[in-house]
Protein backbone atom coordinates (compact mmCIF):
# COMPACT_ATOMS: atom_id res chain seq x y z
CA UNK A 1 0.00 0.00 0.00
CA UNK A 2 3.18 2.45 0.74
CA UNK A 3 4.00 1.77 -2.90
CA UNK A 4 0.66 2.57 -4.22
CA UNK A 5 -0.04 5.60 -1.99
CA UNK A 6 3.58 6.92 -3.50
CA UNK A 7 2.82 6.17 -6.80
CA UNK A 8 -0.33 6.27 -7.51
CA UNK A 9 -1.50 8.36 -4.73
CA UNK A 10 -5.30 9.62 -6.45
CA UNK A 11 -5.97 6.00 -7.43
CA UNK A 12 -5.10 4.80 -4.26
CA UNK A 13 -6.54 8.13 -2.09
CA UNK A 14 -10.06 7.31 -4.26
CA UNK A 15 -10.10 3.66 -3.42
CA UNK A 16 -9.06 3.88 0.08
CA UNK A 17 -12.22 6.71 0.34
CA UNK A 18 -14.36 3.61 -1.40
CA UNK A 19 -13.56 1.31 0.87
CA UNK A 20 -14.21 3.48 4.05
CA UNK A 21 -17.39 5.63 2.07
CA UNK A 22 -19.85 4.78 5.80
CA UNK A 23 -17.24 6.18 7.81
CA UNK A 24 -16.87 9.84 8.16
CA UNK A 25 -14.29 9.58 10.36
CA UNK A 26 -11.89 7.46 8.45
CA UNK A 27 -13.16 9.64 5.05
CA UNK A 28 -12.01 12.63 6.76
CA UNK A 29 -9.04 11.86 7.58
CA UNK A 30 -8.56 10.47 3.60
CA UNK A 31 -9.50 13.88 3.06
CA UNK A 32 -6.71 15.14 4.97
CA UNK A 33 -3.99 13.33 3.76
CA UNK A 34 -4.74 13.39 0.67
CA UNK A 35 -4.81 16.96 0.58
CA UNK A 36 -1.46 17.02 2.15
CA UNK A 37 0.15 14.63 -1.25
CA UNK A 38 -1.25 17.39 -3.45
CA UNK A 39 -4.45 15.27 -4.42
CA UNK A 40 -7.51 17.17 -5.39
CA UNK A 41 -10.71 16.27 -4.25
CA UNK A 42 -14.29 17.75 -6.20
CA UNK A 43 -16.83 18.23 -3.71
CA UNK A 44 -20.06 16.37 -5.26
CA UNK A 45 -21.85 17.47 -7.97
CA UNK A 46 -25.15 15.56 -9.33
CA UNK A 47 -23.50 15.70 -13.27
CA UNK A 48 -19.90 14.94 -12.48
CA UNK A 49 -19.96 12.75 -9.20
CA UNK A 50 -20.56 8.75 -9.52
CA UNK A 51 -22.22 7.16 -6.52
CA UNK A 52 -18.47 5.77 -5.94
CA UNK A 53 -15.46 7.81 -5.60
CA UNK A 54 -14.20 8.44 -8.64
CA UNK A 55 -10.69 9.36 -10.85
CA UNK A 56 -11.47 12.33 -13.52
CA UNK A 57 -8.13 13.98 -15.04
CA UNK A 58 -5.76 13.23 -11.56
CA UNK A 59 -8.49 14.84 -9.42
CA UNK A 60 -10.96 12.45 -7.51
CA UNK A 61 -14.37 13.26 -7.92
CA UNK A 62 -16.01 13.45 -4.70
CA UNK A 63 -19.07 10.31 -3.85
CA UNK A 64 -22.28 10.95 -3.35
CA UNK A 65 -23.10 7.85 -2.04
CA UNK A 66 -20.41 9.02 0.63
CA UNK A 67 -22.74 11.87 1.61
CA UNK A 68 -24.54 11.13 5.27
CA UNK A 69 -27.50 9.89 5.04
CA UNK A 70 -28.60 9.47 1.20
CA UNK A 71 -28.19 6.24 0.28
CA UNK A 72 -25.87 3.78 -1.75
CA UNK A 73 -29.18 2.80 -4.19
CA UNK A 74 -30.85 6.06 -4.43
CA UNK A 75 -27.24 7.55 -5.76
CA UNK A 76 -26.87 4.84 -7.92
CA UNK A 77 -30.42 6.08 -9.25
CA UNK A 78 -29.12 9.67 -9.63
CA UNK A 79 -25.92 8.35 -11.86
CA UNK A 80 -27.95 6.11 -13.80
CA UNK A 81 -30.76 8.48 -14.61
CA UNK A 82 -27.84 10.57 -15.30
CA UNK A 83 -26.32 8.36 -17.71
CA UNK A 84 -29.23 7.89 -19.93
CA UNK A 85 -30.72 11.36 -20.05
CA UNK A 86 -26.97 13.30 -20.34
CA UNK A 87 -26.54 15.71 -17.33
CA UNK A 88 -29.50 17.90 -15.65
CA UNK A 89 -30.16 20.73 -17.12
CA UNK A 90 -31.31 22.67 -14.22
CA UNK A 91 -32.76 21.69 -10.69
CA UNK A 92 -36.56 20.80 -12.49
CA UNK A 93 -34.85 18.69 -15.02
CA UNK A 94 -33.43 17.01 -12.17
CA UNK A 95 -36.55 16.39 -10.36
CA UNK A 96 -38.69 15.57 -13.32
CA UNK A 97 -36.24 12.94 -13.99
CA UNK A 98 -35.53 10.97 -11.02
CA UNK A 99 -37.60 8.12 -9.03
CA UNK A 100 -39.23 10.34 -5.80
CA UNK A 101 -39.18 7.19 -4.49
CA UNK A 102 -35.40 7.09 -4.65
CA UNK A 103 -35.00 10.82 -3.18
CA UNK A 104 -36.93 11.57 -1.15
CA UNK A 105 -37.49 15.07 0.78
CA UNK A 106 -34.59 14.25 2.93
CA UNK A 107 -32.51 13.08 0.52
CA UNK A 108 -32.95 15.70 -1.49
CA UNK A 109 -32.12 18.13 1.09
CA UNK A 110 -29.01 16.68 2.03
CA UNK A 111 -27.71 16.56 -1.56
CA UNK A 112 -28.45 20.40 -1.34
CA UNK A 113 -27.05 20.73 1.81
CA UNK A 114 -23.43 18.95 0.40
CA UNK A 115 -23.53 21.32 -2.54
CA UNK A 116 -24.32 18.44 -5.17
CA UNK A 117 -26.74 21.02 -6.92
CA UNK A 118 -24.24 23.87 -6.90
CA UNK A 119 -23.36 23.49 -10.68
CA UNK A 120 -27.14 23.59 -11.56
CA UNK A 121 -28.43 25.92 -8.74
CA UNK A 122 -25.66 27.66 -6.25
CA UNK A 123 -28.28 29.22 -3.84
CA UNK A 124 -28.62 26.02 -1.62
CA UNK A 125 -30.66 28.08 0.96
CA UNK A 126 -33.40 28.52 -1.53
CA UNK A 127 -33.29 24.30 -2.30
CA UNK A 128 -33.68 22.86 1.34
CA UNK A 129 -36.33 26.00 1.99
CA UNK A 130 -38.21 24.58 -1.58
CA UNK A 131 -37.44 20.70 -0.80
CA UNK A 132 -41.31 20.29 -0.20
CA UNK A 133 -42.51 22.26 -3.72
CA UNK A 134 -39.76 20.59 -5.36
CA UNK A 135 -40.27 16.81 -4.02
CA UNK A 136 -44.36 17.19 -4.35
CA UNK A 137 -43.61 18.09 -8.21
CA UNK A 138 -40.92 14.89 -8.38
CA UNK A 139 -43.60 13.33 -7.24
CA UNK A 140 -46.98 14.66 -9.68
CA UNK A 141 -44.41 14.54 -12.70
CA UNK A 142 -43.90 10.48 -11.73
CA UNK A 143 -47.34 10.01 -10.96
CA UNK A 144 -48.44 11.34 -14.31
CA UNK A 145 -45.46 9.28 -16.02
CA UNK A 146 -46.94 6.37 -14.18
CA UNK A 147 -50.64 6.54 -15.20
CA UNK A 148 -49.06 6.93 -18.94
CA UNK A 149 -51.25 9.52 -19.83
CA UNK A 150 -50.77 13.37 -21.02
CA UNK A 151 -51.22 16.09 -18.78
CA UNK A 152 -54.65 17.45 -18.80
CA UNK A 153 -53.43 19.91 -21.93
CA UNK A 154 -50.80 17.68 -23.37
CA UNK A 155 -47.58 17.94 -23.15
CA UNK A 156 -47.27 21.09 -21.11
CA UNK A 157 -44.62 19.99 -18.74
CA UNK A 158 -42.93 23.71 -19.76
CA UNK A 159 -45.80 25.47 -18.27
CA UNK A 160 -45.73 23.53 -15.58
CA UNK A 161 -42.19 24.27 -14.47
CA UNK A 162 -42.23 27.70 -15.36
CA UNK A 163 -45.68 27.42 -12.89
CA UNK A 164 -42.92 25.65 -9.71
CA UNK A 165 -40.18 28.57 -10.43
CA UNK A 166 -42.43 30.85 -9.93
CA UNK A 167 -43.61 29.75 -6.37
CA UNK A 168 -39.94 29.10 -5.75
CA UNK A 169 -39.15 30.84 -2.46
CA UNK A 170 -37.08 34.06 -2.63
CA UNK A 171 -34.17 33.23 -0.08
CA UNK A 172 -31.04 34.46 0.30
CA UNK A 173 -27.78 32.56 -0.02
CA UNK A 174 -26.48 31.16 2.85
CA UNK A 175 -23.80 33.08 4.92
CA UNK A 176 -20.21 31.46 4.02
CA UNK A 177 -20.19 30.45 8.22
CA UNK A 178 -24.03 28.94 7.53
CA UNK A 179 -23.16 26.93 4.27
CA UNK A 180 -19.98 25.51 5.94
CA UNK A 181 -22.02 24.01 8.48
CA UNK A 182 -24.83 22.82 6.60
CA UNK A 183 -21.69 21.21 4.47
CA UNK A 184 -20.41 19.68 7.93
CA UNK A 185 -23.73 18.21 8.83
CA UNK A 186 -24.58 16.42 5.06
CA UNK A 187 -20.51 15.54 4.68
CA UNK A 188 -19.74 14.75 8.45
CA UNK A 189 -16.73 16.98 7.57
CA UNK A 190 -15.54 20.94 6.00
CA UNK A 191 -14.88 19.64 1.99
CA UNK A 192 -14.58 23.52 0.72
Given at each position: T??L??N??VE ?5 MS ?8 L?V ?6 RF ?9 NRSG???E ?13 R ?6 M ?6 R??G ?6 F?F??R ?11 E ?12 P?R???VE?A???V ?6 A?ER????G??F??S?S??V?AQ ?6 I ?6 D??D?E ?6 Y??
Open positions: AWKAAPFFAASLDMANTDKSFYQDARGVKILPPDVADFVENGEILYALGAINVGQQADHVVQVREGPFRDIDVEVDPRQVNKRTFTLARAGAFDSIHNAQLADLLSFSQSVAASEQGLGDNDLEKRKMPKEPWTPTRLNLAAIGFLS
